[in-house]
């Protein structure tokens, strides 16, 4: 079943120098169950893609065409009171960076339960600021949503969360606030979690531990996923289905397995490269040459050509279309792949 259904997306940010095409005419699919990755460079336009999802895009920007729908509901008709009920219920978020998205005046437990009040039927006031009730009547520890937040944090393996809850987040680790991030936003068991850069600044063993419970947390509760990452041995860890990404567009997907057995795009060939490989780490990396272009008014029809090193002429002047390049699902929009017939 369809979770997720994103169509000919378009999100834009007018500024003085021009229009910047940040997300530019993406389709995406989740089914339920799923954890779909969503990979590319820095400056790919990842988060803005996210951030429509949410509908949390921020001025000058705005989505001016396409679709979203979660199960089957058009969440760009939404109101903005709808849309605050259907965040951190049905659909959640975890952010790159847990110290921004944490307030440093709460305790960590109060903000995981003030989440739980906000989209979980408990018979818990949430006319007051969480704030303000910790000040006037501090944490009511024996409360419904008090003790689902202990319990989440029990869940992501936060040690004694009994007495971590009362802890201010910089009390916690870097880790642990990212485990936290992940309490609050699988505390009201949404459809879908976005998760966005969750383990960027951890280090090594950290972000395995992690993805591990990013895994069994989805299992325990039938959640959905989708990964952003510019880190490939990330998405090949967790991921069903991978969506590539580079200025502003979607160019290949496909299960991971096939991507990463045999990458067709001639960017996602780049993009694993460049990766380091434990399996030999000998091997000299391979760098894709230049940057992600700016994406004010774009003049040429594949984005990837400038950087390319089996550009022809056409690929400036013909924008492509997906192609089947492998099995069932496996798709790029390549000039240079695809039938034989096809190709330039």
Not at 222 to 235: G, K, Y
Request: aromatic share 4%; hydrophobic share 40%; charged share 25%.
């Amino acid at each position: 079943m369809t979770l997720l259904e994103i169509a000919d997306l378009h999100t834009q940010f007018r500024t003085k120098e021009g229009t910047v095409k940040a997300v530019d005419g993406v389709d995406i699919s989740i089914e339920s169950g799923q954890v779909v990755g969503l990979v590319g460079e820095s400056g790919s336009g990842k988060s803005v893609l996210a951030s429509s999802i949410m509908r949390i895009v921020e001025e000058p920007g705005e989505i001016t065409e396409g679709s979203i729908h979660l199960n089957g509901e058009d969440i760009l008709a939404k109101s903005d009171a709808e849309m605050q009920r259907l965040r951190g219920g049905r659909i959640s978020m975890v952010f790159q960076d847990p110290m921004h998205s944490l307030n440093p005046t709460l305790t960590v437990g109060e903000q995981i339960a003030e989440t739980v009040r906000l989209h979980q039927d408990v018979g818990e006031s949430v006319q007051l600021p969480a704030e303000i009730k910790r000040k006037l009547f501090g944490a009511a520890k024996n409360s419904v949503a008090w003790r689902k937040a202990v319990e989440m944090l029990e869940t992501v393996g936060i040690p004694d969360p009994d007495s971590r809850a009362n802890d201010f987040p910089h009390e916690f680790s870097g880790g642990m606030r990212q485990r936290a991030m992940i309490a609050m936003a699988l505390s009201c068991e949404p459809d879908l979690l976005i998760a966005d850069e969750p383990t960027t600044a951890l280090d090594v063993t950290i972000q395995a531990q992690i993805l591990e419970e990013l895994d069994l947390l989805l299992e325990a509760f039938d959640t959905s996923i989708l990964l952003i990452t510019h880190d490939l041995a990330v998405i090949a860890e967790v991921c069903d289905v991978v969506n590539v990404m580079y200025a502003g567009e979607i160019i290949e997907r496909a299960t991971a397995q096939v991507l990463f057995d045999d990458p067709q795009h001639p960017y996602t060939q780049g993009l694993i490269r460049s990766t380091p490989r434990i399996d030999n780490p000998r091997d000299d990396l391979q760098p894709i040459e230049g940057t992600v272009p700016d994406l004010i008014d774009i003049d040429y029809a594949c984005h990837f050509a400038p950087r390319c090193p089996e550009a022809k002429e056409a690929c400036y002047e013909v924008e492509p279309d997906f192609r089947n390049v492998g099995p069932a699902g496996h798709e790029a929009a390549c000039l240079r792949r695809g039938p034989e017939e096809d190709r330039i």
